[in-house]
């Protein structure tokens, strides 16, 4: 035969073999479909090793809504379809194609139904067939649900997906999974220890409780694993989960302490400036937190109704936003009500709260007395995952960047600009500024401003992890007066010391005597404190401050 005959009759079959080979699929798709609607288990089962054994991309999405129990059947024409909820029927799309169908209503469908023993069969088939998929997440996906199934079949496949494997991460949790899998069903006791051995590397929860399944004695008292050097080898494990389950603890209290800290610090840190400069107890400090809470709710609103698809940028937004508004309100507090109070401290004390209780009230009219919701951006939402049983949430970590932020900006404010040594001047000899020319009222003003205005941003920070309502700042205002008086009054770096070891005390005192016996505890040990050290633990020097 001529080779360009011979060319033309290659081309023709592979032509004819693409087309043929989806509608091949397709059918065995349908068919395998049908076995899932039958109503014996086991011709369910056989359909799902059908779907499986075939490899398909299309049999990944129909086990899925079979698991999530989304696979439908039309009563019409008994059509497979994938449904997802939307009003008051169903969202559909066809099984075997992924074509979208419309919408029909839910007695239009009947559900195909699913037990506890096929889920488990399911999870352990989703596993194999996404085991070598492209992407590292799904593959992760099918390492965890192949460790949670603890199939038999599966750990030749987990051994060859893990051969293969150049990811670490997902390599580390295909070890976990086969590991898991051989102590499950393994007969041998070598491969068990070893797995036992694989799975002591894991500080993880649950790992910890199948170290702790197999260590453990019965209801009647014998043990749960017959072999005694399996035993010895799982409670080896258990021991040593044990303890990197407590370091991870004692990381999280860590962690948990600074982020509360962190708010500590910001909420804090105005009230230092207003009080070391101006020794006014501004009770209406709490109220600029909530105010600046608020400020971001409202920008947030702003965003959703001009520009939705640029609302991760709404909370950078907010922030100059709420410094400036309750900077603004702070300047116009100071300047129609505090200034006519100087030198006399309670009274300045019962016009603040007034203050605070109108506020509050204010908002209340204007907000409603619910709680407002406030969106977290997305790359403020989730977690990282440093460890098994420690996880950092975003959000927790921008706070603790953006609080160390804010106070490495204000003090070099303070420190550097013309502003920060009127500032310094004014807090350590008030008359000796004024007849060196410096106008102490506004330096007043402006350090108002600036502490209402931080006090805002705390708002900011705050709408991400706490509710927004006209209650917000009542909640921080005892504690930022602990932290300035403990770290030493006008001290920026005392604040610092005092907010994160404010933050730090409680958050490890909080499991043993819970929150509210934790705080009173801090609460005292401050007064004691006080009683040895009056001026906190960094005392501002000065002429006036000394005399």
Do not use: C
């Amino acid at each position: 035969m001529p080779f360009g005959r011979l060319a033309r009759s290659l081309l023709f079959l592979a032509v004819t073999a693409a087309l043929l080979l989806p509608a091949t699929a397709a059918a065995d798709l349908a068919a395998d479909l049908k076995g899932l609607a039958e109503t014996s288990n086991a011709a369910k089962a056989a359909a799902v090793e059908s779907l499986a054994a075939g490899g398909e991309e299309r049999a990944v999405v129909i086990l899925r809504a079979f698991l999530d129990g989304r696979l439908f059947r039309i009563k019409e024409d008994d059509r497979f379809v994938i449904g997802a909820r939307s009003g008051g029927g169903y969202l559909i799309s066809d099984a075997v194609t992924g074509a979208a169908l419309g919408e029909v209503g839910r007695r239009a469908v009947r559900k195909v139904r699913i037990n506890n023993r096929l889920r488990q069969l399911v999870k352990g088939k989703l596993g194999s067939l996404t085991l070598g998929s492209p992407d590292p997440a799904a593959r992760i996906r099918a390492a965890d649900a192949v460790f949670r199934s603890e199939r038999a079949e599966m750990i030749p496949a987990l051994q060859a997906a893990l051969e293969r494997e150049r990811d670490a991460k997902v390599a580390a949790r295909l070890r976990r999974a086969l590991a898991a899998t051989q102590l499950a069903r393994s007969d041998d006791k070598a491969t068990r220890i070893a797995a036992l051995r694989t799975l002591a590397d894991f500080v993880d929860p649950e790992v910890r409780a199948l170290a702790a399944a197999v260590a453990a004695l019965g209801t009647d008292g014998t043990p749960a694993e017959a072999d005694p050097d399996i035993r010895a080898a799982a409670q080896e494990t258990l021991d040593e989960i044990e303890r990197g389950l407590a370091v991870n603890r004692v990381l999280a209290n860590v962690f948990q302490g600074v982020s509360l800290g962190s708010v500590l610090l910001l909420a804090a840190i105005g009230l230092a400036i207003t009080f070391g400069v101006m020794g006014v107890i501004n009770m209406a400090h709490g109220e600029m937190v909530m105010l600046g809470a608020y400020t971001t709710f409202v920008v947030q609103e702003v965003f959703r109704a001009a520009a939705p698809g640029l609302f991760d940028l709404s909370l950078l937004v907010a922030v100059p936003a709420a410094f400036l508004v309750t900077a603004a309100i702070g300047v116009g507090i100071e300047r129609g009500v505090i200034r006519f109070l100087y030198g006399r401290p309670l009274e300045t004390l019962l016009a603040t709260w007034g203050l605070s209780l109108i506020l509050q009230q204010l908002v209340r009219s204007v907000f409603g007395p619910t709680n407002r919701e406030v969106g977290s951006p997305s790359w403020m939402s989730g977690a990282w995952e440093v460890a098994g049983g420690l996880t950092l949430t975003y959000n927790r970590i921008w706070i603790v960047v953006f609080a160390l932020a804010v106070f490495a900006v204000l003090v070099l404010l303070i420190r550097y600009s013309r502003y920060g040594l009127q500032m310094r001047a004014v807090t350590q000899n008030r008359a000796m500024a004024a007849s060196m020319g410096i106008r102490t009222g506004r330096v007043d003003a402006m350090t108002f401003g600036l502490g209402s205005g931080i006090a805002g941003m705390a708002g900011v920070a705050l709408s991400q992890i706490d509710n927004v309502s006209p209650n917000l700042g009542q909640g921080y205002i005892i504690d930022s007066f602990m932290v300035v008086v403990f770290g030493g009054v006008g001290n920026l770096w005392g604040t610092l010391v005092g907010a994160l070891s404010l933050g730090l005390v409680n958050k490890f005192l909080e499991p043993y005597a819970g929150a509210v016996l934790a705080k009173i505890l801090v609460l005292v040990a401050i007064i004691l404190f006080i009683q040895k050290r009056p001026r906190g633990l960094f005392a501002l020097r000065g002429r006036a401050l000394e005399a």
